[in-house]
C-alpha cells in the first residue's frame, strides 16, 4: 500500500468516523448536544408572554455570533443575542410548515444531509468499532508496565524566593538615589540588599512579608515569593542547585542568576516516583480503547473499500479539470445497489481532493489512473453509508431525534435569513441626512493647517508681520528670521493640522480665529513672539469621505429594526430584559501567571 493511500485511508477513516469537513465551517448553525455553561447558574434574562430567554441560552448565541469569551459583552451585543433568541424560536413553528430545505435552498439542504451523514457515519463507528473493543485489567497492568517510565514524575521541590537586580534599582522610585552608579555599583548594592533580608528572616522577620514588599519576581512575590512545587530541570543555574542543596525550611545563602541576587527558603520535597496504576487507570484504559478502535476501524474501512464497487465516467476522466462544472458526475459507487440506489461522486467532491492529493504524490498533472485512485479513496464514505443502511442506522433514534433538530434549525435559518435580507441599500439622501444630523461626530481633531515664526522681539515681529502684509512670502522671511538650524528651519516653521491640545492655549485661539491665507497679529506664549500664517481650515470631514463609514452603520441599523420588528410584532411588545443582571452572564479566570526566572528552553 503506498504511502499516500495509507495517510488518505487515516484521514478519510478520521473524516468518516468524527465527521470532519477538512476543518471548514460551511453550515450557518452548529450542532450543539452539550456546549459548556458560561454562566455560573442558569438564570432568567429576558422574559417574553411565550418564551423566557436563560443565560445558557445567550451563551449558544454569543458562541453562534463568534462573540469573544474573553470580554463581557456591550449592551448592543446583547439586544441583538436576546432578540435573535426569541425569533429563532418563534420562527421553529412556522418553519416546519412553509419551509422545504431542498426545494428552497439546495446549498443549506446539502450541508443538513453532510451533517446527518456524519451523525450516520458516527453511530456506524459506535456499533461496529467501539463496542467490539473490550478492554480488561490485564490488559491494562500489562500496558502499564510496558510503559511505566513515562508515568514517572520527576523529583519536584517547593521553594520561595527573593530576587533583586541592581540595573532595576535605577529605575525605581528610588532611582534618584542610585544616578551616576556604575552596573558593578549597583550589583553590590543589590546583592547587600538581599543579603540584608536574609540576616532579617534569620532573626525571625517573615520571609513572605519581604518577599511581597522587596523581590522583584512579582508574580511570586504576590503569593509571598511561592513558587509552588517546581521540577530542578525547569530552573536557570545556579537557582536549581541551590535549591537541590538547602535542607527544608532553611534560608539559602545569598547567589546570583541572570536575573539578579535571590536567596531561597525550601519548603517542601517530592522524590521521584512512579503514579499509581489506579490514579491513571481510565487514562490508560481509554487510549488502549482508543488505539484498538483505530486499529479495527482500519480494518473494517478496508474491508469496505476492497468490497466496495465504483463505476467511472470515462468521458469525466478525459475531460481536463479547468472545462468541468461543479455538477459533472465523476464516478459512482454501488453501481448495482437495487435495494438502497447508487451514490454520485461529483465533480465539486473531487476537486476539493486534488491539491492535497497532488502534493503527497509530488506530481504536477493529474492522469486517468491517478483521477480513478482519487475517486477511490473518495467513494469510501459512500460505501461506509451504505452498510450503514444495510444496518438500519438512519433509522436509530439516536439518529433522527439529532437529525430533526438540526433540520429544524437549518429551516428556521433559511425563514430568518428570508424575513431579515430585504437587501436594503441606503439612499444618498438617507447617508447625508444621517451625516448632516451627526455632524459632533465629524469634528476634525485638528482641523487648522498653519505655518509659523517665532521671535524674541515683539517689534521684529511686527515689522516682519508689515512685510508679509505688503506681500513678502511667508518661507522667505522664515529663511532670514526663524531662529535655528538653516537646514530644518522650514520644517520647524511648517506645523500642518494642529488642534486645541497641540499648542499653548493662546496659540490655537490665535490660529483658529485668523482667517484662511492671513497672518495673524504677534501672539505670546512661553516660547516668544509667533506670527501664524492660517493655511487651511477643515472643521469637519467631508461627507464625500463619511458616508463610506455611515452605510455599514445604517445597514446594521435598518437589519436591528427589521429583528426588532418581526419579533415584538409576534409577542405583542418588546421583551422585558433584566440589564441588572449583564454582569452575571460571564465570569472570568485571571490569566495565568508568568515566572520570569523560569528556564523555558528545550530541555536537552
Known amino acids: 500500500m503506498g504511502t499516500y493511500l495509507k495517510t488518505a485511508l487515516v484521514l478519510l477513516v478520521a473524516a468518516a468516523w468524527l465527521g470532519c ?28 408572554p411565550v418564551f423566557t430567554v436563560t443565560s445558557d441560552m445567550l451563551a449558544h448565541q454569543f458562541d453562534d455570533d463568534n462573540v469573544p469569551r474573553t470580554e463581557k459583552p456591550d449592551t448592543a451585543t446583547v439586544w441583538k443575542s436576546v432578540y435573535s433568541v426569541l425569533l429563532d424560536t418563534l420562527l421553529c413553528g412556522e418553519a416546519k410548515t412553509s419551509v422545504d430545505l431542498a426545494k428552497d435552498d439546495t446549498l443549506l439542504y446539502r450541508q443538513y444531509q453532510q451533517l446527518r451523514n456524519d451523525r450516520i457515519l458516527r453511530l456506524l463507528y459506535q456499533k461496529v468499532v467501539v463496542d467490539s473493543v473490550h478492554i480488561n485489567d490485564s490488559m491494562i497492568e500489562a500496558a502499564y508496565e510496558a510503559d511505566k517510565e513515562s508515568y514517572k514524575v520527576p523529583e519536584m521541590y517547593r521553594a520561595r524566593h527573593i530576587v533583586v537586580n541592581g540595573l532595576n534599582m535605577q529605575i525605581s522610585a528610588d532611582s534618584g538615589l542610585y544616578r551616576g552608579m556604575t552596573e558593578g555599583e549597583m550589583d553590590s548594592i543589590a546583592r547587600a540588599r538581599v543579603s540584608g533580608f536574609r540576616d532579617r528572616i534569620v532573626k525571625g522577620a517573615s520571609f513572605d512579608t519581604l518577599a511581597m ?56 520535597h517530592e ?79 473531487y476537486i476539493g481532493s486534488v491539491y492535497p492529493y497532488k502534493r503527497q504524490k509530488q506530481i504536477d498533472t493529474m492522469t486517468v489512473e491517478n483521477k480513478q485512485e482519487l475517486l477511490r479513496l473518495l467513494a469510501i464514505r459512500p460505501f461506509l453509508s451504505r452498510t450503514a443502511r444495510l444496518m438500519g442506522i438512519p433509522e436509530d433514534t439516536a439518529v433522527t431525534n439529532l437529525t430533526t433538530k438540526i433540520m429544524d434549525r437549518y429551516r428556521t435559518s433559511y425563514l430568518k435569513k428570508k424575513l431579515l435580507d430585504d437587501g436594503y441599500k441606503p439612499s444618498d439622501s438617507e447617508l447625508h441626512a444621517y451625516y448632516d444630523s451627526h455632524l459632533a461626530a465629524y469634528q476634525v481633531e485638528r482641523p487648522v493647517k498653519v505655518q509659523q515664526i517665532i521671535f524674541a522681539d515683539s517689534n521684529l515681529a511686527e515689522y516682519v508681520r508689515d512685510l508679509l502684509n505688503s506681500g513678502a512670502d511667508f518661507m522667505e522671511m522664515v529663511d532670514q528670521y526663524y531662529p535655528g538650524d538653516p537646514e530644518i528651519k522650514r520644517s520647524a516653521a511648517d506645523l500642518g493640522y494642529i488642534g486645541p491640545g497641540d499648542m499653548p492655549p493662546a496659540f490655537w485661539l490665535t490660529a483658529n480665529t485668523t482667517p484662511v491665507g492671513k497672518t495673524s497679529a504677534p501672539v505670546k506664549t512661553q516660547y516668544g513672539y509667533h506670527l501664524i500664517k492660517v493655511l487651511e481650515k477643515k472643521n469637519t470631514v467631508p461627507y464625500d469621505d463619511a458616508k463610506f463609514k455611515i452605510d455599514p452603520l445604517l445597514r446594521e441599523q435598518h437589519a436591528r429594526d427589521k429583528l426588532r420588528q418581526a419579533v415584538e410584532s409576534r409577542i405583542g411588545g418588546p421583551p422585558v430584559i433584566h440589564w441588572e443582571k449583564m454582569g452575571d452572564l460571564y465570569r472570568f479566570p485571571p490569566p495565568p501567571l508568568q515566572t520570569p526566572f523560569l528556564n523555558t528552553s528545550p530541555k536537552r
Not at 487507570?281 to 479495527?296: F, H, I, M
Request: proline content about 6%.
Open 213 to 268: 514588599m522587596y523581590s522583584e519576581d512579582k508574580n511570586s512575590a504576590e503569593k509571598g515569593g511561592d513558587l509552588g512545587y517546581v521540577e530542578t530541570a525547569s530552573l536557570v543555574p545556579p537557582f536549581d542547585s541551590v535549591v537541590i542543596h538547602t535542607p527544608i525550611n532553611q534560608i539559602s545563602d545569598v547567589f546570583k542568576t541572570q536575573f539578579g541576587w535571590h536567596i531561597v527558603k525550601v519548603e517542601g
Open 271 to 349: 522524590p521521584a516516583h512512579y503514579q499509581p496504576l489506579d490514579s491513571i487507570k481510565l487514562t490508560l484504559a481509554g487510549t488502549l480503547v482508543d488505539k484498538a478502535a483505530t486499529e479495527r476501524g482500519k480494518r473494517f474501512v478496508d474491508s469496505i473499500k476492497a468490497d466496495g464497487q465504483i463505476a467511472y465516467d470515462s468521458k469525466a476522466l478525459l475531460t481536463p479539470d479547468s472545462l468541468h462544472k461543479p455538477g459533472d458526475i465523476m464516478a459512482v459507487a454501488s453501481p448495482q445497489d437495487t435495494k438502497f440506489g447508487c451514490d454520485t461522486i461529483y465533480f465539486r467532491d
Open 21 to 48: 469537513h477538512g476543518g471548514s465551517k460551511t453550515a450557518p448553525v452548529s450542532e450543539k448536544e452539550g456546549a459548556a455553561k458560561d454562566s455560573v447558574k442558569s438564570f432568567p434574562f429576558a422574559e417574553s
